[in-house]
């Protein structure tokens, strides 16, 4: 013990014997708080927490710095589930010990494991949640809600017992009973879980005993019955309260209770017989059906795939026929060929002078569909050529080379060409065309052609030019 | 018997986790060994004043 004013050791004396100051009274003080820190311990050794706690709240209301009877009182808290006033304790205790300090030890235990204080934590926000709901009067919520409690925190006391409230407003006293043993079993000496473990029994003896039909009897009978207890304490009342009619009436509902039940039992029974085979036959039902549908399907698809494929032949047929009609009708077919042909001979009968006219007609015949056509066709095609090709050639020739002295060089291309075609004897007209085309810029055509002249027309004049002229572009 | 209502006002929420740093800040610590010392500081005084007169 330590000298309030000095801080120095005391001794037995009344007084410090460093600086003077009367301890007479400091001391009784100290030793009675030590008294109740004694007195809170055997307590809690016997587990009367709420005992303890009473104990050791005094013990610090007289001296606040007995650390052994903070770190106790906070270690009672923590065992009926208060964790946050342990945890206060403890942590003003180590505040005024904080070393060799046992609470500092408890406060690891906890902040090290934090699932563990999580799940304390949401015990606690739990048990507040349903207090408020039993404020509220939503007292199933609540019960709901204490039972999610107490599987987070067994050991919450608090949370017991409103439980136990609870269930003996809604005159379940059995769960009461179980309820309050679990939170005596925590703490045996709590005036709370006492009263209402007392109260509980009471009911329940009265039950036992059957001198107090409170079983079978409506919520009415209950009630009025509870009432009649509470105006007479205890047992003695007992015999007060057996009353025939009541009984009477016990009997009959409970014999209508047995035939309902024994209905309902048969029912379940049949269902439990019947039922099972009535769904096996269903399934079995739907099973036949589902096979027939997949066969129904599996066939259609097949339909399906044959007449896909039926469609894409057709496709491929009309797109076949197509390509031969256009090699008759389209613009280059036979029967345009056909056509023009006609035209050239029509217009050749009418006047066989006009050889522009009938020139017209035959270029529209490319000599590439004389192939598809039939041998008379050819025969007269050949024999118009033979008829007007050479003074076709000769017209065409002097339209291209007045085409070619304007310097007009992509006519007089195309009439020169058209003049040799018409007339192969036409070696002016292929020479003339070489020129044009080397006038042009054309110089592969310059050559072609040229070279066509030298092959053509060999030993002549324009083969010799011809040849000087490749020189030259073969030069450049 | 037991009164569901008056019953239920003996319960009282427990303390958050939230609420502790509060809890302690604002506890009450004084002790009778305080208000012992309080009184033998006063009484000392009052000696003292009454001297100097």
């Given amino acids: 013990m330590i000298c309030y004013n000095c801080g120095a050791t005391l001794t037995h004396n009344d007084f410090c014997t460093n600086c003077g100051a009367d301890v007479a009274r400091y001391k009784k003080i100290v030793s009675t708080a030590n008294l109740l820190y004694n007195e809170g311990l055997d307590k809690a050794k016997v587990r009367d927490l709420s005992g303890a706690i009473e104990s050791l709240r005094q013990c610090l209301k007289l001296d606040k710095t007995n650390v052994d009877a903070r770190n106790l009182l906070g270690l ?10 342990a945890l206060n304790e403890w942590v003003i205790s180590k505040n005024l010990r904080p070393s060799k300090n046992i609470a500092d030890d408890y406060i690891s ?3 090290d494991n934090p699932n563990k204080l999580d799940v304390y934590s949401q ?24 039972k999610k409690v107490l599987s987070l925190n067994p050991k919450y006391v608090q949370a017991h017992q409103l439980l136990a409230l609870l269930y003996i407003n809604d005159e379940q006293w059995e769960d009461a009973k179980k309820e309050l043993i679990k939170a005596q079993k925590i703490d045996v000496g709590n005036t709370i879980t006492l009263r209402y473990l007392n109260e509980t029994r009471n009911i329940l003896d009265m039950d036992d005993d059957g001198t107090l039909p409170y079983k079978g009897l409506d919520t009415k009978s209950r009630k009025s019955a509870g009432e009649g207890l509470k105006s007479k304490k205890g047992r003695e009342t007992v015999d007060v309260y057996p009353s025939p009619s009541v009984r009477s009436s016990s009997k009959t509902s409970t014999t209508i209770i047995n035939v309902a039940l024994g209905i309902l039992i048969g029912i379940a029974v ?8 009535r769904i096996s036959a269903a399934r079995e039902g739907v099973d036949e059906s589902l096979k027939a549908a997949g066969e129904q399907l599996d066939a259609k698809t097949a339909q399906i795939s044959s007449l896909e494929q039926d469609l894409k032949s057709s496709e491929n047929q009309i797109d076949k026929l197509k390509e031969e009609l256009e090699v008759y009708i389209g613009e280059n077919g036979a029967m345009t060929a056909m056509d023009s042909l006609l035209g050239a001979v029509n217009s050749y009968l009418d006047n066989p002078d006009d050889m522009q006219a009938v020139a017209g007609y035959l270029d529209q015949i490319d000599e590439e569909t004389l192939e598809g056509t039939s041998e008379s066709f050819v025969t007269v095609y050949r024999l118009l050529l033979t008829k007007i ?5 000769a017209s065409y020739y002097e339209s291209g080379m007045r085409s070619y002295q304007a310097e007009m060089f992509e006519d007089a291309i195309k009439d020169l060409t058209k003049a040799y ?22 110089i592969v055509n310059a050559i072609d052609t040229y070279n ?15 040849q000087q002229y490749i020189n030259e572009l073969n030069v450049d | 018997m037991i009164n569901f209502e008056d019953e239920l006002k003996k319960f009282h929420p427990s303390l958050e986790i939230e609420e502790a740093e509060d809890a302690i800040y604002n506890q009450d610590l004084t002790d009778i060994a305080d208000l012992l010392v309080g009184l033998v500081k006063e009484d000392k005084e009052s000696q003292a004043d009454k001297e100097e007169k």
Avoid at chain 1, 428 to 441: E, V
């Fill in chain 1, 76 to 85: 009672t808290y923590f065992e009926i589930g208060e964790y946050v006033l």
């Fill in chain 1, 452 to 466: 066509k002249v030298i092959e053509e027309f060999p030993d002549t004049e324009m083969a010799t030019r011809s």
């Fill in chain 1, 389 to 393: 090709g050479t003074d076709v050639s």
């Fill in chain 1, 109 to 111: 235990l906890l902040q």
């Fill in chain 1, 270 to 277: 049949s269902y439990l017989l019947i039922l099972p085979a």
């Fill in chain 1, 421 to 442: 075609s018409y007339d192969n004897s036409n070696g002016d007209a292929l020479y003339n065309l070489g020129n044009a085309y080397r006038k042009s810029g054309d």
């Fill in chain 1, 123 to 146: 015990a606690v926000k739990k048990y507040n949640q349903a207090l408020s709901y039993c404020y509220q009067g939503s007292l199933d919520l609540a019960v709901i809600q204490l």
